[in-house]
C-alpha cells in the first residue's frame, strides 16, 4: 500500500472515531448546549491558535475582506450546526440524531440546485427517495423509553436542521480554496466565540474538574485534533476512499450510544438509518440504478 494512502487511512479512521465519541463527551458533561458549544470554541480556538501559529498560516496575503466575511458566514453555520445537533443527542439519543443528521449529502443537493444551479439529476432524486423513506420510518418507530414522542420528533428535526446548517458551511467552505483549512477553523471557533459569548454561563461555571476535563477535550481532540487528522487525510487520499472512510463516524456513534448509554435501535429504526446510510453512499460515491432491460421484437 502506498504510504500516502496508508498514513491518510489512519488519520481519517482517527478522526471519523474522534467524532463518534463527541456525544458521549456533550451529554457526561452535564452543561447545557450554549455553554458546552462556547467552551469547545474556546479551547478549540487556542489549540487551533497554536497549530496556526506553528503551520506559518498567519503571514499577509492569505486572507482578503471577501475570504474573512466567507469564513466568518461558515462559522456562523458551523457553530449553529453545533447547537442544534447537540440539542438533539437529549431528546432523540446520539444513535438516531446520527443517523438522521447523515442526511447532509442531500442537504447539499438542495442547496446546490437552488442556490448554485447544480444539475440534479433522476439518479440523485432517486437515493433522495430512499434517505426520505428511511426518514419516514424513524420519525414513525415508537421512541424509546427513555424519549417522550414531543422531545423525540423535536430532536429528529434539529438533526435535520443540524444538517442542512453543516451542508450550508461546506457549501462556504467550497468557496474558500487556497485558504489553509486549519485557519478556516480557527476562524469558525473565534466566531462562535463571540457569537455565544454572551449567551454563556448562565448557569454558573462548574466546579467539577471531570466536567471541565470533558470540556477541554471536546476542543482540544475533537476540534484542534480532529482537524489535522481530518484535513491531513483528505490531502492524502483519494476521494471515494475519503467518502467510504467517512462512515466510520456513524458507525462509532452507534456503538457509544449502545455501549455507554444502551440504546438500542428498534426494528423500524434500523431499517430506517441503513436506507439513509445506503442512500447517503450511493450519493457520495455516485451509485447509479439499474436500467430496465427493454427486450426488441425480433425480426420475422
Known amino acids: 500500500m502506498d504510504k500516502d494512502i496508508k498514513t491518510g487511512s489512519l488519520e481519517m479512521t482517527a478522526a471519523m472515531l474522534i467524532s463518534g465519541t463527541i456525544g458521549w463527551f456533550v451529554l457526561m458533561s452535564g452543561q447545557p448546549v450554549v455553554d458546552v458549544v462556547f467552551w469547545r470554541c474556546l479551547f478549540g480556538a487556542l489549540t487551533l491558535l497554536a497549530i496556526c501559529g506553528a503551520l506559518g498560516h498567519f503571514r499577509r496575503g492569505i486572507l482578503n475582506r471577501r475570504l474573512l466575511g466567507l469564513a466568518v458566514l461558515g462559522g456562523v453555520a458551523i457553530v449553529v450546526n453545533w447547537l442544534l445537533l447537540f440539542g438533539a443527542y437529549s431528546r432523540a439519543s446520539i444513535s438516531i440524531s446520527t443517523m438522521v443528521y447523515n442526511t447532509q449529502p442531500f442537504m447539499l443537493l438542495a442547496i446546490g440546485g437552488l442556490f448554485?444551479?447544480?444539475?440534479?439529476?433522476?439518479?440523485?432524486?432517486?437515493?433522495?427517495?430512499?434517505?426520505?423513506?428511511?426518514?419516514?420510518?424513524?420519525?414513525?418507530?415508537?421512541?424509546?423509553?427513555?424519549?417522550?414522542?414531543?422531545?423525540?420528533?423535536?430532536?429528529?428535526?434539529m438533526a435535520l436542521a443540524a444538517a442542512f446548517f453543516y451542508a450550508l458551511a461546506a457549501m462556504v467552505a467550497k468557496q474558500l480554496k487556497g485558504v489553509p483549512p486549519h485557519l478556516i477553523a480557527l476562524i469558525q471557533v473565534v466566531t462562535g466565540l463571540l457569537?455565544?459569548?454572551?449567551?454563556?454561563?448562565?448557569?454558573?461555571?462548574?466546579?467539577?474538574?471531570?466536567?471541565?476535563?470533558?470540556?477541554?477535550?471536546?476542543?482540544?481532540?475533537?476540534?484542534?485534533?480532529?482537524?489535522?487528522?481530518?484535513?491531513?487525510?483528505?490531502?492524502?487520499?483519494?476521494?471515494?476512499?475519503t467518502g467510504a472512510l467517512s462512515f466510520i463516524y456513524p458507525v462509532a456513534a452507534l456503538a457509544v450510544d449502545r455501549i455507554a448509554f444502551g440504546h438500542q435501535l428498534q426494528p423500524v429504526q434500523i431499517i430506517g438509518s441503513v436506507a439513509i446510510l445506503f442512500a447517503a453512499a450511493g450519493m457520495t460515491f455516485g451509485w447509479t440504478w439499474p436500467r430496465p432491460v427493454r427486450h426488441q421484437a425480433g425480426k420475422t
Open 116 to 157: 448554485f444551479k447544480e444539475k440534479v439529476t433522476a439518479t440523485k432524486l432517486a437515493w433522495l427517495g430512499v434517505a426520505f423513506a428511511g426518514m419516514i420510518a424513524i420519525v414513525e418507530a415508537k421512541p424509546a423509553g427513555d424519549f417522550t414522542g414531543g422531545a423525540y420528533l423535536t430532536g429528529i428535526a
Open 195 to 241: 457569537m455565544l459569548a454572551p449567551l454563556a454561563g448562565g448557569s454558573g461555571l462548574s466546579a467539577e474538574p471531570a466536567q471541565w476535563s470533558l470540556l477541554i477535550a471536546m476542543g482540544a481532540i475533537h476540534t484542534g485534533l480532529m482537524y489535522v487528522l481530518l484535513y491531513g487525510a483528505i490531502q492524502k487520499l483519494p476521494t471515494h476512499l
